[in-house]
């Protein structure tokens, strides 16, 4: 789970409403003020995303795809719809469509890093 914001979250709910859970955290300052709200986001869709004949990275005992052994290559038909998934053998696979990471730049979030990776 990730800790996010109210903008960030606003932007996945735009693209795929009610698909994703969002846990409210009220965040503190040391006195007990109210500093901001969160949300610990989980990402419920889980996806075999990888283009099995273009990718170059080994898949290792049919279990997880090892980034060090080649490039990752991600199927669009095997995606679909999905605008933020965790793909079932990437083990940090946690992903984010092109579209809302263009939406989250143009509105200026920060705090994450974006990884672009092929997709065909």
């Known amino acids: 789970m990730y800790l996010v914001s109210d ?3 606003d932007i996945i709910e ?3 409403p009610g698909v994703h859970q969002f846990f409210p955290v009220e965040l503190v300052y040391k006195d007990g003020s109210f500093a ?4 610990f986001f989980n990402i419920c869709t889980r996806l075999d995303g990888m283009d099995r004949e273009q990718a170059t990275a080994q898949l290792i005992k049919g279990i ?3 980034p060090r052994t080649g490039e990752f290559v991600f ?3 095997q995606i679909g719809d999905a605008h933020a998934w965790v793909d079932k053998h990437v083990i940090y696979g946690t992903f984010l469509s092109s579209t809302v990471v263009d ?6 979030l920060t705090g994450t890093a974006f990884n672009p990776f092929k997709a065909v």
Do not use: N, V, W
């Open 7 to 9: 903008a960030f979250k």
């Open 14 to 16: 735009r693209h795929e």
């Open 36 to 39: 901001r709200q969160m949300y």
């Open 64 to 66: 997880a795809f090892e």
């Open 75 to 77: 199927s669009l038909k």
């Open 103 to 108: 939406e989250m730049k143009q509105e200026g």
